[in-house]
């Protein structure tokens, strides 16, 4: 089949945030819809849903109650079919969150099927990626069962055949509707050791993470259901080397298109907990992105992503977001796109849209930030520090509406919205869109010469400027064309050598003429060669 995803763009939609169509303070799916033009004029190939499913919304919809109802804030069925419909109609394609780790424990397998679930008489040490144990008793039963994440989200057991048919029966069911693939949420964590034990400070992750059986499990998947259909797919594997990345996406392999890894997203932490924060150092960055260049080039393929429903805004955390935010975000975004591999972009990135500083726990709702907080006051963690690691790492950063509008709420509601908006929608917003200038049409760009540039999807990449702690430049080589990268992550003028060639894009109006390239604060240029 036609590898034609090596050439897309992703775009990310949560629809919660997105755009809501009738008032009542959360997206919908009529809402996607009233926006596809304004996705279909960025240029996006593939359109890539955060859970639509019925759910209890224990984590926003990443707790399914049932994988063929839509859930009724967002819609209904007939909803969905339009909205596929409207996506296929403007040549773009839809691609369905695939949440098969886990289930919500108002699922009816999960009082109907106890055996699609994994129990044990003892519980080990393992801590819950939602704070606390990942084994919650049932008296009823008498056993624990086991949820890595929250405790209303039971871990399925996919060593049971039955339940591994069922869930294939069901991706089937979807496919034949029509949706172009999946996006399959912590798709290495469905096999666990048989032999649960406790683990030094409780991460037993070693124990669930890329398990015994995952390459079978996912084998059986393709065979039985992805190679039947022209789809796409994407795991969400963390804790993930490039090597294990080969053996998920290699063509010869018969697993999935390509996975997310999350080594870059970790970089500005201290220790192994996400809320332990550092400084990014840009060598850091490069070396880790130099490695997954090289280590999925011939075999495998790269997502390449700054952002997503999970992370905080880049434009806030690698770059500058007050007076240099513009073009910080385009800098950011040249780094990016311009590696190997298939670029997603998450809603609200196009137009650089920031971090939000909300000074009371009250305002966040994001089931992980507000456990962390609860754990820490209870340890006796100041107010004010556990705040300052919250408005850097929250998942809520993320979460907070899409700006359309400088009206109210952003123009996302004419009600009030599920999580306040971020207060500077009126200056941040996709009214901006039209202007040449803005970050959506230089996204516009990037998105265009990954279309019709060749190099980009098949050449090497080698880093310049290694030790450099502000320059990240890099070229990309294949056949007689070369691209060389530079991008600037610092506010400071920085000299570099001028390649040969023209200059493809850059992120300033007006350039810098003679030998070398002066880089000014958070400048991005792209020059081409042939």
């Known amino acids: 089949m036609d590898e034609w995803w090596k050439k897309s763009t992703v775009y990310q939609i949560y629809p919660r945030s997105f755009m809501d169509s009738n008032g009542d303070g959360i997206g919908d799916i009529q809402g996607i819809i009233q926006k596809l033009d304004y996705l279909n ?3 996006v190939d593939i359109l890539w849903l955060s859970p639509v499913y ?21 819609g209904t069925m007939a909803d969905f079919d339009e909205l596929l419909s409207e996506v296929h109609d403007r040549g773009m394609k839809l691609v369905m969150d695939l949440v098969v780790n886990h289930t919500s424990d108002e699922h009816q397998w999960f009082k109907n099927h106890p055996d699609f679930y994994i129990w044990r008489d003892k519980p080990t040490n393992w801590r819950s990626f939602f704070s606390g144990s990942v084994w919650e008793y049932q008296k009823e039963r008498g056993q624990y069962f086991l949820h890595l994440f929250s405790k209303k989200q039971p871990d399925l057991n996919w060593d049971n055949p039955e339940l591994r048919k069922t869930v294939y029966e069901m991706m089937r069911w979807w496919l034949d509707k029509g949706v172009d693939g999946f996006r399959m949420d912590v798709i290495n964590m469905i096999s666990k050791v048989s032999d649960m034990h406790d683990a030094p400070g409780g991460d037993g992750s070693h124990q669930f993470l890329n398990g015994p059986n995952v390459h079978r499990y996912l084998k059986e998947m393709n065979k039985e259901v992805l190679s039947k259909y022209d789809i796409v797919t994407v795991g969400e594997t963390p804790g993930t ?24 997203m970790g970089l500005d ?11 990014l150092l840009l060598t850091d960055l490069k070396k880790n992105m130099e490695k997954w260049q090289h280590g999925l080039h011939d075999e495998g393929w790269n997502s390449l992503y700054w952002n997503n429903h999970d992370q905080p805004r880049i434009v806030s955390r690698f770059g500058e977001d007050t007076d240099w935010r513009v073009e910080s975000a385009k800098m950011l975004a040249t780094c990016l796109h311009f590696m190997q591999g298939t ?12 971090n939000v500083h909300f000074d009371s726990i009250d305002d966040y709702k994001d089931i992980e930030t507000l456990n962390m907080y609860k754990e820490k006051r209870q340890a006796g963690v100041p107010h004010d520090d556990i705040m300052q690691q919250i408005q850097v790492k929250s998942r809520d950063n993320a979460r907070t509406p899409m ?3 400088a009206e109210p709420n952003g123009g996302f509601t004419t009600g009030t919205p599920w999580l306040k908006t971020n207060p500077n929608y009126k200056k941040i917003n996709a009214l901006q869109h039209t202007d040449p200038n803005s970050v959506y049409q230089y996204y516009k760009k990037l998105i265009g010469y990954r279309k019709k540039m060749d190099i980009i999807t098949h050449g090497d990449f080698e880093l310049l400027y290694r030790e450099d702690g502000e320059i990240f430049a890099y070229t990309r080589k294949w056949n007689d064309e070369q ?26 109006t007006e350039t810098n003429a003679g030998n070398d390239v002066l880089l000014r604060p958070y400048e991005a240029m792209v020059y081409y060669q042939q």
């Open 54 to 74: 019925d759910s209890p919304n224990d984590d926003n919809g990443y707790d399914i109650r049932d994988y063929y109802q839509i859930m009724t804030e967002f």
């Open 41 to 43: 004029g960025l240029g």
């Open 483 to 508: 691209l060389t990268v530079y991008c600037n992550f610092s506010k400071n003028i920085k000299s570099a050598a001028r390649p040969e060639g023209k200059l493809l894009i850059g992120n300033y």
């Open 269 to 279: 932490q201290a220790s192994g907990e996400k809320w332990d924060l550092k400084p």
């Open 241 to 264: 080397t490039p090597k294990e990345a080969r053996d998920y996406t290699a063509v010869k392999n018969q697993e999935l298109n390509m996975i997310f890894t999350f080594e870059h």
């Open 403 to 405: 700006q359309w509008s």
């Open 343 to 354: 670029p997603y972009i998450y809603q609200g990135e196009e137009l650089g849209m920031t």
